[in-house]
């Protein structure tokens, strides 16, 4: 079966300093991968999204940044966060169904 | 400009009973739709979908509903449980290409009461 972790659960950092989340998926070859934000009172916000390794679209013009380096690893970064960069952040897989990991709540202080 | 909108942020049932959680689209271009429950600090959990061609999806004891016409679609769920506490979030997707890229609405708050 198919798997999705994330990691870390939950992170504070600083303004001005940099991010890495890293998303992981087994038990599937070559998926989509998406990255979406949940800020606080909001629905889910698609960010970024890919459909192969080294290729991603972005969806909405902000401080963040994605990378696909393997088929089944999708990375989140920033080289300096903002407050406004706080939120609960969700890796998805899938097609039609997306299937979201456990999330990281970001907390920018 | 937000093209799915929950416009009940909460509602409240009694066990057993049945709830309805509504979703609206302007989008004529979606032409699949899912419903997600959510708890606290989780990753959301799909539940249902419904492809445009149909007007009806069940499973268990939820079923969605699809009125294309009233760009319209609603989650039933018979009977409700307290377990069945969350943020159910409606969710569209726009055929053609292969990003699947959903469009969420932002939530409505199910309280089930014992």
């Known amino acids: 079966s198919q798997t999705i972790h994330q990691w870390p659960a939950t992170l504070v950092q600083p303004v001005g300093s940099p991010l890495s989340l890293e998303c992981t998926v087994e038990?599937?070859?070559?998926?989509?991968l998406y990255w979406y934000r949940q800020a606080a009172g909001r629905g889910l916000q698609l960010l970024f999204y890919?459909?192969?390794?080294?290729?991603i679209s972005s969806e909405v013009p902000q401080n963040l940044s994605a990378s696909r380096p393997q088929d089944r690893q999708f990375i989140l970064s920033s080289k300096k966060l903002l407050l406004s960069d706080s939120g609960f952040y969700l890796c998805?897989?899938?097609?039609?169904?997306?299937?979201f990991g456990p999330g990281t709540r970001l907390t920018v202080t | 400009d937000q093209q799915v909108k929950q416009n009940s942020p909460s509602l409240s049932v009694q066990e057993g009973r049945i709830s309805i959680l509504n979703c609206d689209y302007t989008?004529?271009?979606?032409?699949?739709f899912l419903w997600y429950k959510k708890y606290p600090a989780e990753g959301p959990t799909f539940l249902i979908s419904?492809?445009?061609?149909?007007d009806k999806n069940e499973d268990g004891r939820f079923t969605v509903f699809l009125n294309k016409s009233a760009k319209h679609l609603s989650l039933h769920i018979v009977p409700s449980q307290p377990g069945d506490s969350a943020v159910y979030f409606c969710?569209?997707?726009?055929?053609?290409?292969?990003?699947?890229?959903?469009?969420f609405g932002k939530g409505t708050l199910l309280t089930v009461n014992p």
């Open positions: 998805a897989w899938g097609r039609n169904e997306q299937y």
């Open positions: 038990g599937t070859s070559n998926p989509n």
């Open positions: 890919s459909v192969g390794i080294g290729q």
């Open positions: 989008n004529s271009m979606f032409d699949y």
């Open positions: 419904i492809s445009s061609i149909k």
């Open positions: 969710a569209a997707s726009a055929g053609g290409g292969s990003n699947y890229k959903l469009t």
